[in-house]
């Protein structure tokens, strides 16, 4: 059975990193889509970026753009999330979450697997 884990989350001062990762289980990721989302409190989930596995296409969301990096290890089936020059807006429920596609889709309703989040808390 398909499944992601996501892990890494935690605290952390504005200006600060951290990594997160996301591990796939069940299924091999060739055509496969993985994104990561993010929900801060009282706001809708929202498309943070994504990466086609197949040729590694990225696509990023316009908010992240020069301070996150997605990146994926083959072998390990693995996703990871950098982020750098966290800010308090950054302050989300993160999410990873896959779709058997090429392309990168950008809304939620368009994946079929995700996994059950890690907290993200950015504060001075």
């Known amino acids: 059975q398909l499944q992601l884990v996501e892990s890494g989350g935690g605290l952390v001062q504005p200006g600060g990193s951290l990594r997160l990762s996301c591990a796939a289980s069940?299924?091999?990721?060739?055509?496969?889509?993985i994104g990561w989302f993010r929900q801060a409190p009282g706001k809708e989930r929202e498309f943070v970026v994504g990466i086609s596995w197949v040729g590694g296409s990225t696509v990023y969301a316009d908010s992240v753009k020069g301070r996150f990096t997605i990146s994926r290890d083959n072998a390990k089936s693995t996703l990871y999330l950098q982020m750098n020059s966290l800010e308090p807006e950054d302050t989300a429920v993160y999410y990873c979450?896959?779709?058997?596609?090429?392309?990168?889709?950008?809304?939620?309703?368009?994946?079929?697997?995700w996994g059950q989040g890690t907290q993200v808390t950015v504060v001075s």
């Open positions: 069940g299924f091999t990721l060739d055509y496969y889509a």
């Open positions: 979450a896959a779709v058997f596609s090429v392309p990168v889709p950008q809304r939620e309703e368009k994946y079929d697997f």
